[in-house]
Nanobody, 116 residues
Framework: VQLQASGGGLVQPGGSLSLSCAAS????????MAWYRQAPGKQREFVAR???????NAADSVKGRFTISRDNAKNTAYLQMNSLKPEDTAVYYC???????????WGQGTQVTVSS
């Protein structure tokens, strides 16, 4: 499975961006897709995840601002990012895994820069 992330860019503080992560094929009927991010000089951190059944959770730092969603028919996960802050600047990576399995997949990163 290959994951293709897209949608990053430059946005002003308070603005919005939407990221997409498209899988090359169906991962599993029981899988999770997620977003992580890595800012310069920092470790990669969890942002949000969604299961194939639609269960979601997100990091406290993005709750109320970011929304993860998923279209199982299109094998695609989305991350809607609102009220962006400069501290959201990072390379965002998509991730997928089979729940209860050992297969995990990472996409290439997409740069999100929040700056005036």
């Amino acid at each position: 499975v290959q994951l293709q992330a897209s949608g990053g860019g430059l946005v002003q503080p308070g603005g919005s961006l939407s990221l997409s992560c498209a899988a090359s094929r169906s991962i599993s009927s029981n899988s999770v897709m997620a977003w992580y991010r890595q800012a310069p000089g920092k470790q990669r951190e969890f942002v949000a995840r969604i299961s194939s059944s639609g269960f979601t959770n997100a990091a406290d730092s993005v709750k109320g601002r970011f929304t993860i969603s998923r279209d199982n028919a299109k094998n695609t996960a989305y991350l809607q990012m609102n009220s962006l802050k400069p501290e959201d600047t990072a390379v965002y990576y998509c991730y997928a895994a089979v729940i209860g399995g050992t297969s995990t997949y990472w996409g290439q990163g997409t740069q999100v820069t929040v700056s005036s």
